[in-house]
């Protein structure tokens, strides 16, 4: 079943927020696409942190990466469903540029320092503002002046909130599901970062392909079939090819999940799937059970090894010194953003600041800003 009646109608754009003339060659998502890979939020994913930081390894994914392999699964189930491929690969590629240095350490840390204010840090709110405002490279309008519909896909790809639920989104049509295209992300997200990080932490030596197996029987019973395939292989090799089957099983599975769900649904069109009553993107039931596995797999052989808490510990340490650092020494804070203290309060400037910061700028600045104090991951 093809999903093409679902497929974004690019006659029904809301439009730019500054009019701009159409392309002769490119759609406007195509535009946003462009748009988004030529933005320095964008560039500076290359130095943040996924999971492991370069303490670990120089193989390992960044943030950037991440958000590549995020665009090649989301794109493909868009492909096979019979959407608007250029606006999924347009929102995949957006879905992180608000992410702070240090991965969910550095935003947990930035939003625990807001609260002392009231405030909060969400790398969502975050990425609408750097292509709202913070993206200078045009004469005619401050940011990227990307479509409505990308917009809204960024601040709903992973939630959706009712009316007066997030007062910072009114303007996304809450209490509406976003389009198909963007449903797709945050499950082409976890496929994308559940499998990457199950990759990385059996190249740290994490763990064995037995103990994988064990706890993970979708992944267990792709071993045992490359491994009759490939009886001579090395146990590297006979890993990487058990992880592409499972991409490949996670990857179908939200595929075909998806098409039984939108044909249970009963809707028509896009209009029926903004009103449907939950999301319609969702995984085959045997896909969810191996995401579950895996996610809890990851949690207890990965995500809570000493190392990686003692990093998000000096890190959550380090982050909260430099904001408390800038709002009390606001003249520290370089141009244009000690100029943004005259219209908006000094510790959003200071958060915004560091959110922006990639992992390499953060420890730079650290150690300048402390003397000869070592920096993380020093």
């Given at each position: 079943?093809?999903?093409?009646?679902?497929?974004?109608?690019?006659?029904?754009?809301?439009?730019?927020?500054?009019?701009?003339?159409?392309?002769?060659?490119?759609?406007?998502?195509?535009?946003?696409?462009?748009?988004?890979?030529?933005?320095?939020?964008?560039?500076?994913?290359?130095?943040?942190?996924?999971?492991?930081?370069?303490?670990?390894?120089?193989?390992?994914?960044?943030?950037?990466?991440?958000?590549?392999?995020?665009?090649?699964?989301?794109?493909?189930?868009?492909?096979?469903?019979?959407?608007?491929?250029?606006?999924?690969?347009?929102?995949?590629?957006?879905?992180?540029?608000?992410?702070?240095?240090?991965?969910?350490?550095?935003?947990?840390?930035?939003?625990?320092?807001?609260?002392?204010?009231?405030?909060?840090?969400?790398?969502?709110?975050?990425?609408?503002?750097?292509?709202?405002?913070?993206?200078?490279?045009?004469?005619?309008?401050?940011?990227?002046?990307?479509?409505?519909?990308?917009?809204?896909?960024?601040?709903?790809?992973?939630?959706?909130?009712?009316?007066?639920?997030?007062?910072?989104?009114?303007?996304?049509?809450?209490?509406?599901?976003?389009?198909?295209?963007?449903?797709?992300?945050?499950?082409a997200d976890e496929i994308a970062y559940n499998?990457?990080?199950?990759?990385?932490?059996?190249?740290?030596?994490?763990?064995?392909?037995?103990?994988?197996?064990?706890?993970?029987?979708?992944?267990?019973?792709?071993?045992?079939?490359?491994?009759?395939?490939?009886?001579?292989?090395?146990?590297?090799?006979?890993?990487?090819?058990?992880?592409?089957?499972?991409?490949?099983?996670?990857?179908?599975?939200?595929?075909?999940?998806?098409?039984?769900?939108?044909?249970?649904?009963?809707?028509?069109?896009?209009?029926?799937?903004?009103?449907?009553?939950?999301?319609?993107?969702?995984?085959?039931?045997?896909?969810?059970?191996?995401?579950?596995?895996?996610?809890?797999?990851?949690?207890?052989?990965?995500?809570?090894?000493?190392?990686?808490?003692?990093?998000?510990?000096?890190?959550?340490?380090?982050?909260?010194?430099?904001?408390?650092?800038?709002?009390?020494?606001?003249?520290?804070?370089?141009?244009?953003?000690?100029?943004?203290?005259?219209?908006?309060?000094?510790?959003?400037?200071?958060?915004?600041?560091?959110?922006?910061?990639?992992?390499?700028?953060?420890?730079?600045?650290?150690?300048?800003?402390?003397?000869?104090?070592?920096?993380?991951?020093?």
């Amino acid at each position: 079943m093809s999903l093409v009646a679902f497929r974004f109608p690019v006659d029904r754009l809301a439009g730019r927020r500054y009019p701009e003339a159409p392309h002769p060659f490119r759609s406007e998502f195509q535009r946003d696409r462009d748009r988004i890979v030529h933005a320095r939020a964008f560039r500076r994913l290359e130095d943040k942190t996924q999971v492991f930081g370069e303490g670990f390894s120089d193989h390992f994914r960044n943030r950037l990466t991440h958000t590549i392999e995020v665009a090649q699964i989301a794109r493909t189930a868009a492909s096979a469903l019979g959407l608007d491929e250029d606006f999924t690969e347009a929102l995949s590629l957006a879905h992180d540029i608000g992410h702070p240095p240090f991965a969910h350490a550095g935003e947990d840390a930035l939003n625990a320092a807001m609260k002392r204010f009231g405030d909060s840090f969400d790398h969502n709110v975050h990425a609408l503002h750097i292509v709202e405002y913070f993206e200078s490279r045009y004469a005619r309008f401050p940011g990227l002046n990307l479509t409505f519909e990308v917009r809204e896909g960024m601040v709903k790809h992973s939630r959706d909130f009712l009316p007066g639920e997030r007062p910072e989104f009114k303007e996304y049509l809450p209490g509406l599901r976003p389009p198909v295209e963007a449903q797709l992300i945050d499950l082409a997200d976890e496929i994308a970062y559940n499998t990457a990080d199950l990759d990385d932490g059996y190249s740290a030596g994490l763990f064995s392909i037995g103990e994988i197996a064990a706890s993970v029987p979708g992944y267990g019973s792709l071993f045992g079939e490359v491994r009759s395939l490939y009886p001579e292989a090395q146990d590297g090799i006979l890993f990487q090819e058990a992880l592409r089957k499972l991409i490949d099983l996670l990857a179908s599975g939200l595929i075909e999940g998806t098409r039984d769900a939108v044909a249970a649904s009963g809707c028509k069109d896009v209009e029926d799937v903004r009103r449907a009553g939950r999301r319609l993107v969702t995984m085959r039931q045997d896909a969810a059970a191996a995401t579950r596995q895996l996610k809890d797999f990851l949690h207890r052989r990965v995500y809570s090894i000493e190392p990686l808490q003692a990093e998000r510990r000096r890190a959550t340490d380090q982050i909260w010194r430099l904001f408390e650092h800038y709002v009390q020494s606001p003249e520290r804070l370089p141009e244009p953003h000690l100029g943004r203290t005259a219209r908006l309060p000094l510790h959003r400037v200071a958060c915004d600041y560091i959110a922006g910061m990639t992992d390499g700028f953060f420890r730079r600045t650290y150690a300048r800003e402390f003397g000869s104090e070592t920096p993380l991951n020093g």
